[in-house]
C-alpha cells in the first residue's frame, strides 16, 4: 500500500469537499491541514513531512494565533503521522514513537471517551467528567465500555492516533467556528456536546475522507453498548451490562442458556394469500 | 511426488456442496469435499455476542457499495441461516431483467423445480408453520398486515419444532439442533457413503491435471485455525469431476484466479452478482397501539416488546409478488430478527442520522422493533474485480475486503422504495409504528449473495449452461449460490438445495461422460 498526504484546507476535512492537492502556497486563515487518501498512497518522507511543515511555519508566522493547546506545526506533524501510520493498517502498527511520546495515556483516554459519548451519550461518572458531556441520564457508551470492546479487538495500540486525529479535527473545527478551546484537556473534550456531535456528523460522512477511519471505531462503540461485544452475551447480563440493559435484552435461563417456552400469541392474526400453497408462494 | 486423486472433488460444503457430494458418494463415486472454514457441532456453539465468538464461522465482507454476510465453516451459510425454507414465485423464472431476454435457462420453470423443491424439502426436512408456532413478532406483522388489508401467513421452515426453545440465537449455530443444517442431512449422509470432508482447506485454483484418467488439479492452501490469513500447508488434488460451490463470494474468485491456466474463463464469471435485492427497515411499535389497534397482547399490559423472543422468521406477505406487475416492482415482505448488532446501522429522523440522543432513545424501545426484510428484484448490478492473491478476499484484523463492487441501478433503487413505502404503509397506519431506514451507510446489506457465476442460455450473459457446467470447461460443475440466476423475492436457501438436487441427478447420470461410474440414487439422506 502506498501513501500519498493531500494537503487539502479546513473546510474540505470530512465535508466531502475536493481532494485533489491543494498547492501549498494558497492563502487559507488558518492554513493546510494534511490529509490522506486510503487509496492509492505512497508514505512520505519523514523529512518531507517535516520540510512541508517547516514551509507552513514559515508562510503562516505572524499570523493570529489561535488558543490552541498544540501548536500548528504540532498538530500537521501529528496528522501527518496519523495518515502515514493509519495507512499501513491500524491492526498491523505500533504508535509511531515519536508520536507516543507526545501523548499521555489520560488524554488518548479522555477524547475517545468524548467520542463514544457523542455516539451513544450517557451521563457523567463524577462531578467534573469533562469527557463525558452529561446530555441525558442513564449509561452509555462510555459506560457499556466502549474502551474495553476497543481494547478487546486489538485497539489499544492505535487508540493515541486516533485521539490525535480527532483533536487534530476538533482544533480545525474550533477554528473553523471560532470557538476558544480550553487548553487544559484535549481539544475534542473541549467542544461542548453540539459541537462535537456537529464535527462527528462531518467526520463520519459516508463521502467524508475520514470515514473509512472512524467509523470502523463507531461501530465498535455501538458493539459494546448493543452487546457487550467483549464480554459472553450471558456474563454481561450477569454483571449488569448497563447497554444490554437499557435495551432489554433479555437474560438467559439460570444455566446461562436461552429459552422462551411463552412465545406466541396461538391465535390465528391473518388470511394466507389465496393462490399461495403450503406456505409458498405461486 | 504424484498428487493425490479422487473421482470428485467438491469445494465447500453448504448446501451447493453436500448436496452433490451426498449422491455422488452414495453413487460409489470417491469424493472429497475441502472446505475453507473450521468445523463446528451443537455442542460446539454458544449463544453468545462476543466477538471472535461466531465470527470464527461467519464472514462479513466489505465490498463497494455493499456489505455481503456468508458462512465460513463445514456446512457454510446454512450453519448460521435462519432457516426460512420458501419455493420462489413462478414469474422468478420469467425474469427478463435488464436485458430484456429470459435470464433463466428455458429447461428450469418454478413447475420443473418443483420436483426438486420437495425432494430438499423432505430431505431437510421442512416444516410448515401453525399459528401456534409462530412467535410474537410474527404474530405483530401478521396482525399489522391484516388491519392494513393484507394478506400474511406463516413461513415455512427447516426447524425440528420438537427440538425448537424459540431462543432467537440460529444466527450463531443452533445449540439445540433443532435447526436444520447440512450439518444434520446431506453431511453425515455423504460421509456414511465414504466422503471425505476436509475443514480448514481453501482452494485456491484450478489448472489441468497431471496424471493420466485425470482431468483436473485443484491447489488449496491449509488454513491456521487461530488465524484465518495464515496459511500452514499446502496441497494438490487431482479430480475427473470439480464441483465448485465455495458459496457466491467464493466461487467466482477462485473461477477467475483460474482462468489463465485453464485457457480463458466465461465472461459472466464473476459478473451479474445479485444480492437478492435484500432491503432491510426497522418498525419501532408503540406497545399501546399493539394493544389497542391490533388488539394483542402478551402479558397483562404488555402488547409486544417480544423483538430477541422466537425463531428469527416466521412471518410473509406475498401481496406484492403479482406475477403480472412489472419487473423490479415485486418483492417479498418478511418479519425477521436481527441481533443488536446491527443497531449500528439503523436510523432515525434528524441530524444526526444514526447516532446521538434521539438514536439512543429509538435503541431503548428495542424490545418494540421488527426488523422487516424486503426481497426485491435486483439488476445483477454487482461485478467482481481481479482475485487476490490468496483466499476469497483481504482479511484484515476483524474485517474483511472483497473484490465486489455493487453500484445500485435505478432499478433495483425503484423496488427499494416501492418496497419501504409498502413497509412505511402497513406498519405507521394509524401511528401503530415509526419506520426507520438504515441511514447509516449507503451500502447495500446483504444475507443473500446470488448469480456471480450463473446459470442461462444464452452464453454471453451466463457461465453455466442449463447442467450447471462451466461453459468451455467440461467436468467443472457450479451448484451453490453463485449458480442461481436471479434475485428470489424469497429467501434463496431452499432455491440453491432444489437445483442442487437437480444437477446431482443431472451429474449422476452423466458421471461416466468424464470416467465415473455411478449408480442412480433415489433415496434422500437419512437423518
Given at each position: 500500500?502506498?501513501?500519498?498526504?493531500?494537503?487539502?484546507?479546513?473546510?474540505?476535512?470530512?465535508?466531502?469537499?475536493?481532494?485533489?492537492?491543494?498547492?501549498?502556497?494558497?492563502?487559507?486563515?488558518?492554513?493546510s491541514?494534511?490529509?490522506?487518501?486510503?487509496?492509492?498512497?505512497?508514505?512520505?518522507?519523514?523529512?518531507?513531512?517535516?520540510?512541508?511543515?517547516?514551509?507552513?511555519?514559515?508562510?503562516?508566522a505572524?499570523?493570529?494565533?489561535?488558543?490552541?493547546?498544540?501548536?500548528?506545526?504540532?498538530?500537521?506533524?501529528?496528522v501527518a503521522?496519523?495518515?502515514?501510520?493509519?495507512?499501513?493498517?491500524?491492526?498491523?502498527?505500533?504508535?509511531?514513537?515519536?508520536?507516543?511520546?507526545e501523548?499521555n495515556?489520560?488524554?488518548?483516554?479522555?477524547?475517545?471517551?468524548?467520542?463514544?459519548?457523542?455516539?451513544?451519550?450517557?451521563?457523567?461518572?463524577?462531578?467534573?467528567?469533562?469527557?463525558?458531556?452529561?446530555?441525558?441520564?442513564?449509561?452509555?457508551?462510555?459506560?457499556?465500555?466502549?474502551?474495553?470492546?476497543?481494547?478487546?479487538?486489538?485497539?489499544?495500540?492505535?487508540?493515541?492516533?486516533?485521539?490525535?486525529?480527532?483533536?487534530?479535527?476538533?482544533?480545525?473545527?474550533?477554528?473553523?467556528?471560532?470557538?476558544?478551546?480550553?487548553?487544559?484537556?484535549?481539544?475534542?473534550?473541549?467542544?461542548?456536546?453540539?459541537?462535537?456531535?456537529?464535527?462527528?456528523?462531518?467526520?463520519?460522512?459516508?463521502?467524508?475522507l475520514?470515514?473509512?477511519?472512524?467509523?470502523?471505531?463507531?461501530?465498535?462503540?455501538?458493539?459494546?453498548?448493543?452487546?457487550?461485544?467483549y464480554?459472553?452475551?450471558?456474563?454481561?447480563?450477569s454483571?449488569?451490562?448497563?447497554?444490554?440493559a437499557?435495551?432489554?435484552?433479555?437474560?438467559?435461563?439460570?444455566?446461562g442458556i436461552w429459552?422462551?417456552?411463552?412465545?406466541?400469541?396461538?391465535?390465528?392474526?391473518?388470511?394466507?394469500?389465496?393462490?399461495?400453497?403450503?406456505?409458498?408462494?405461486? | 511426488?504424484?498428487?493425490?486423486?479422487?473421482?470428485?472433488?467438491?469445494?465447500?460444503?453448504?448446501?451447493?456442496?453436500?448436496?452433490?457430494?451426498?449422491?455422488?458418494?452414495?453413487?460409489?463415486?470417491?469424493?472429497?469435499?475441502?472446505?475453507?472454514?473450521?468445523?463446528?457441532?451443537?455442542?460446539?456453539?454458544?449463544?453468545?455476542?462476543?466477538?471472535?465468538?461466531?465470527?470464527?464461522?461467519?464472514?462479513?465482507?466489505?465490498?463497494?457499495?455493499?456489505?455481503?454476510?456468508?458462512?465460513?465453516?463445514?456446512?457454510?451459510?446454512?450453519?448460521?441461516?435462519?432457516?426460512?425454507?420458501?419455493?420462489?414465485?413462478?414469474?422468478?423464472?420469467?425474469?427478463?431483467?435488464?436485458?430484456?431476454?429470459?435470464?433463466?435457462?428455458?429447461?428450469?420453470?418454478?413447475?420443473?423445480?418443483?420436483?426438486?423443491?420437495?425432494?430438499?424439502?423432505?430431505?431437510?426436512?421442512?416444516?410448515?408453520?401453525?399459528?401456534?408456532?409462530?412467535?410474537?413478532?410474527?404474530?405483530?406483522?401478521?396482525?399489522?398486515?391484516?388491519?392494513?388489508?393484507?394478506?400474511?401467513?406463516?413461513?415455512?421452515?427447516?426447524?425440528?419444532?420438537?427440538?425448537?426453545?424459540?431462543?432467537?440465537?440460529?444466527?450463531?449455530?443452533?445449540?439445540?439442533?433443532?435447526?436444520?443444517?447440512?450439518?444434520?442431512?446431506?453431511?453425515?449422509?455423504?460421509?456414511?457413503?465414504?466422503?471425505?470432508?476436509?475443514?480448514?482447506?481453501?482452494?485456491?485454483?484450478?489448472?489441468?491435471?497431471?496424471?493420466?484418467?485425470?482431468?483436473?488439479?485443484?491447489?488449496?492452501?491449509?488454513?491456521?485455525?487461530?488465524?484465518?490469513?495464515?496459511?500452514?500447508?499446502?496441497?494438490?488434488?487431482?479430480?475427473?469431476?470439480?464441483?465448485?460451490?465455495?458459496?457466491?463470494m467464493?466461487?467466482?474468485?477462485?473461477?477467475?484466479?483460474?482462468?489463465?491456466?485453464?485457457?480463458?474463463?466465461?465472461?459472466?464469471?464473476?459478473?451479474?452478482?445479485?444480492?437478492?435485492?435484500?432491503?432491510?427497515?426497522?418498525?419501532?411499535?408503540?406497545?399501546?397501539?399493539?394493544?389497542?389497534?391490533?388488539?394483542?397482547?402478551?402479558?397483562?399490559?404488555?402488547?409486544?416488546?417480544?423483538?430477541?423472543?422466537?425463531?428469527?422468521?416466521?412471518?410473509?406477505?406475498?401481496?406484492?409478488?403479482?406475477?403480472?406487475?412489472?419487473e423490479f416492482?415485486?418483492?417479498?415482505?418478511?418479519?425477521?430478527?436481527?441481533?443488536?448488532?446491527?443497531?449500528?446501522?439503523?436510523?432515525?429522523?434528524?441530524?444526526?442520522?444514526?447516532?446521538?440522543?434521539?438514536?439512543?432513545?429509538?435503541?431503548?424501545?428495542?424490545?418494540?422493533?421488527?426488523?422487516?426484510?424486503?426481497?426485491?428484484?435486483?439488476?445483477?448490478?454487482?461485478?467482481?474485480?481481479?482475485?487476490?492473491?490468496?483466499?476469497?478476499f483481504?482479511?484484515?484484523?476483524?474485517?474483511?475486503?472483497g473484490?465486489?463492487?455493487y453500484?445500485t441501478?435505478?432499478?433495483?433503487?425503484?423496488?427499494?422504495?416501492?418496497s419501504?413505502?409498502?413497509?412505511?404503509?402497513?406498519?405507521?397506519?394509524?401511528?401503530?409504528?415509526?419506520?426507520?431506514?438504515?441511514?447509516?451507510?449507503n451500502?447495500?446489506?446483504?444475507?443473500?449473495?446470488?448469480?456471480?457465476?450463473?446459470?442461462?442460455?444464452?452464453?454471453?450473459?451466463?457461465?453455466?449452461?442449463?447442467?450447471?457446467?462451466?461453459?468451455g470447461?467440461?467436468?467443472?460443475?457450479?451448484?451453490?449460490?453463485s449458480?442461481?440466476?436471479?434475485?428470489?423475492?424469497?429467501?434463496?436457501?431452499?432455491?440453491?438445495?432444489?437445483?442442487?438436487?437437480?444437477a446431482?441427478?443431472?451429474?449422476?447420470?452423466?458421471?461416466?461422460e468424464?470416467?465415473?461410474?455411478?449408480?442412480?440414487?433415489?433415496?434422500?439422506?437419512q437423518?
Amino acid at each position: 500500500m502506498r501513501v500519498v498526504l493531500v494537503p487539502i484546507s479546513p473546510v474540505d476535512l470530512g465535508v466531502g469537499g475536493s481532494i485533489e492537492p491543494v498547492p501549498i502556497s494558497t492563502e487559507e486563515p488558518f492554513g493546510s491541514a494534511f490529509f490522506y487518501r486510503v487509496a492509492e498512497m505512497r508514505v512520505m518522507k519523514r523529512s518531507e513531512i517535516d520540510r512541508i511543515i517547516e514551509r507552513e511555519d514559515e508562510r503562516l508566522a505572524g499570523s493570529t494565533a489561535i488558543a490552541v493547546r498544540i501548536t500548528r506545526r504540532s498538530l500537521l506533524k501529528r496528522v501527518a503521522l496519523l495518515a502515514a501510520a493509519w495507512t499501513i493498517g491500524p491492526w498491523q502498527i505500533g504508535v509511531p514513537s515519536a508520536l507516543g511520546q507526545e501523548l499521555n495515556t489520560l488524554d488518548v483516554t479522555a477524547t475517545i471517551e468524548a467520542f463514544a459519548d457523542t455516539l451513544i451519550p450517557g451521563q457523567k461518572r463524577f462531578p467534573g467528567d469533562r469527557a463525558i458531556a452529561g446530555v441525558v441520564s442513564g449509561a452509555g457508551a462510555v459506560q457499556a465500555g466502549a474502551i474495553e470492546m476497543l481494547n478487546f479487538v486489538g485497539f489499544e495500540e492505535v487508540l493515541p492516533l486516533l485521539a490525535v486525529g480527532l483533536d487534530a479535527l476538533a482544533v480545525l473545527y474550533a477554528a473553523g467556528h471560532s470557538i476558544a478551546l480550553d487548553p487544559t484537556v484535549p481539544p475534542f473534550v473541549a467542544l461542548d456536546f453540539n459541537s462535537r456531535t456537529a464535527l462527528l456528523v462531518e467526520v463520519l460522512d459516508e463521502s467524508a475522507l475520514t470515514r473509512s477511519t472512524f467509523y470502523g471505531i463507531a461501530a465498535l462503540c455501538f458493539v459494546a453498548y448493543n452487546t457487550a461485544g467483549y464480554l459472553p452475551t450471558a456474563v454481561a447480563i450477569s454483571e449488569g451490562h448497563p447497554g444490554l440493559a437499557a435495551i432489554g435484552f433479555p437474560a438467559p435461563n439460570s444455566d446461562g442458556i436461552w429459552r422462551f417456552p411463552e412465545f406466541s400469541y396461538e391465535r390465528i392474526l391473518a388470511r394466507p394469500h389465496p393462490h399461495s400453497k403450503s406456505g409458498n408462494p405461486a | 511426488m504424484a498428487n493425490e486423486t479422487t473421482d470428485v472433488l467438491i469445494v465447500g460444503t453448504g448446501f451447493g456442496g453436500s448436496i452433490p457430494g451426498y449422491y455422488l458418494a452414495a453413487g460409489g463415486a470417491s469424493v472429497i469435499m475441502l472446505e475453507r472454514g473450521p468445523r463446528f457441532s451443537s455442542a460446539d456453539f454458544m449463544q453468545s455476542l462476543q466477538v471472535g465468538t461466531f465470527s470464527r464461522f461467519v464472514d462479513s465482507i466489505a465490498g463497494t457499495g455493499i456489505d455481503v454476510t456468508a458462512g465460513n465453516c463445514v456446512g457454510g451459510s446454512s450453519v448460521v441461516y435462519y432457516a426460512a425454507s420458501l419455493r420462489a414465485p413462478s414469474f422468478i423464472f420469467e425474469r427478463r431483467g435488464t436485458l430484456g431476454r429470459r435470464l433463466w435457462p428455458a429447461s428450469i420453470t418454478r413447475d420443473s423445480l418443483d420436483k426438486w423443491y420437495r425432494r430438499a424439502e423432505e430431505a431437510l426436512p421442512v416444516s410448515e408453520l401453525s399459528w401456534n408456532d409462530v412467535p410474537y413478532a410474527g404474530g405483530v406483522f401478521a396482525a399489522a398486515c391484516t388491519r392494513a388489508g393484507h394478506t400474511c401467513q406463516p413461513v415455512p421452515v427447516a426447524v425440528d419444532l420438537t427440538l425448537c426453545t424459540n431462543c432467537n440465537w440460529m444466527h450463531t449455530g443452533c445449540i439445540f439442533d433443532a435447526k436444520r443444517s447440512m450439518l444434520l442431512n446431506y453431511i453425515p449422509a455423504a460421509e456414511a457413503s465414504g466422503a471425505q470432508i476436509r475443514p480448514l482447506c481453501e482452494v485456491q485454483s484450478i489448472q489441468p491435471a497431471q496424471t493420466a484418467g485425470y482431468r483436473y488439479a485443484v491447489s488449496y492452501q491449509q488454513v491456521d485455525p487461530n488465524n484465518y490469513s495464515n496459511y500452514v500447508g499446502s496441497g494438490v488434488i487431482e479430480a475427473k469431476i470439480v464441483i465448485i460451490a465455495a458459496g457466491t463470494m467464493g466461487t467466482p474468485v477462485i473461477l477467475q484466479r483460474s482462468a489463465q491456466r485453464l485457457g480463458g474463463m466465461p465472461s459472466a464469471v464473476g459478473r451479474y452478482f445479485s444480492a437478492n435485492g435484500d432491503r432491510v427497515t426497522v418498525a419501532a411499535f408503540d406497545d399501546d397501539k399493539v394493544q389497542s389497534l391490533l388488539g394483542l397482547q402478551r402479558a397483562p399490559g404488555v402488547g409486544y416488546e417480544a423483538f430477541p423472543i422466537g425463531k428469527p422468521i416466521a412471518a410473509m406477505t406475498f401481496d406484492y409478488l403479482n406475477p403480472s406487475a412489472p419487473e423490479f416492482s415485486r418483492f417479498g415482505l418478511q418479519q425477521i430478527y436481527f441481533p443488536p448488532i446491527v443497531n449500528l446501522i439503523i436510523g432515525v429522523d434528524g441530524t444526526p442520522s444514526w447516532f446521538g440522543v434521539a438514536k439512543r432513545d429509538l435503541t431503548s424501545q428495542w424490545r418494540s422493533w421488527m426488523t422487516i426484510l424486503a426481497m426485491t428484484e435486483d439488476a445483477n448490478e454487482g461485478v467482481f474485480g481481479a482475485p487476490p492473491e490468496f483466499g476469497n478476499f483481504k482479511r484484515i484484523g476483524p474485517a474483511s475486503v472483497g473484490q465486489l463492487t455493487y453500484n445500485t441501478a435505478p432499478e433495483t433503487t425503484y423496488g427499494f422504495d416501492l418496497s419501504d413505502a409498502a413497509s412505511r404503509s402497513i406498519m405507521t397506519l394509524d401511528g401503530l409504528a415509526t419506520l426507520n431506514l438504515v441511514t447509516s451507510t449507503n451500502r447495500v446489506q446483504c444475507a443473500h449473495p446470488l448469480a456471480s457465476c450463473r446459470m442461462g442460455d444464452d452464453p454471453e450473459t451466463s457461465a453455466l449452461d442449463d447442467s450447471h457446467e462451466l461453459r468451455g470447461h467440461p467436468g467443472i460443475f457450479v451448484t451453490d449460490g453463485s449458480s442461481v440466476p436471479t434475485s428470489l423475492c424469497v429467501n434463496p436457501s431452499l432455491t440453491i438445495a432444489a437445483l442442487a438436487e437437480r444437477a446431482s441427478s443431472i451429474l449422476l447420470k452423466r458421471a461416466h461422460e468424464y470416467g465415473v461410474e455411478v449408480k442412480e440414487v433415489k433415496s434422500l439422506p437419512q437423518s
